[in-house]
């Protein structure tokens, strides 16, 4: 099993930024290195979505369309740990975000919630206008 430990959420206003983070742990697959990691977000009433994914080298990362050009991904793979910073946050923003790892070694990265084998949580953000 892989443990996804998310942090970082919470109330911001129209406009800020937050950033998150997710520590991995008992990798089943070997190291980090051997996971693609993603993040999805939730609202309330509706379904999740997938936010951004980034490859298990870091050199391939891929964005939902409303997040593009305001947040960014990034790994660092000797913490375990994925980020996601999220600046010009709005209203439409708020949701619980959910850490996700798929056990892959491909540049190529998934978008769909069933390409992931792991998750966190998922923290709450709330932005208020």
């Known amino acids: 099993q892989v443990q996804l430990v998310e942090s970082g959420g919470g109330l911001v206003q129209a406009g800020g930024s937050l950033r998150l983070s997710c520590v991995a742990s008992?990798?089943?697959?070997?190291?980090?290195?051997?996971?693609?990691m993603g993040w999805f977000r939730q609202a309330p009433g509706k379904v999740r979505e997938f936010v951004a994914a980034?490859?298990?080298?870091?050199?391939?990362?891929y964005y939902a369309d409303p997040v593009k050009g305001r947040f960014t991904i990034s790994r660092d793979n000797a913490k375990n740990t994925v980020y996601l910073q999220m600046n010009s946050l709005s209203s439409e923003d708020t949701a619980g975000y959910y850490c996700?790892?798929?056990?892959?070694?491909?540049?190529?990265?998934?978008?769909?919630?069933?390409?992931?084998?792991?998750w966190g949580q998922g923290p709450q953000v709330a932005v208020s206008s």
């Open positions: 996700s790892a798929d056990y892959s070694q491909c540049e190529v990265v998934g978008i769909h919630i069933n390409e992931y084998d792991y």
């Open positions: 008992g990798h089943t697959y070997g190291s980090y290195n051997n996971y693609a």
């Open positions: 980034i490859s298990w080298s870091g050199g391939t990362t």
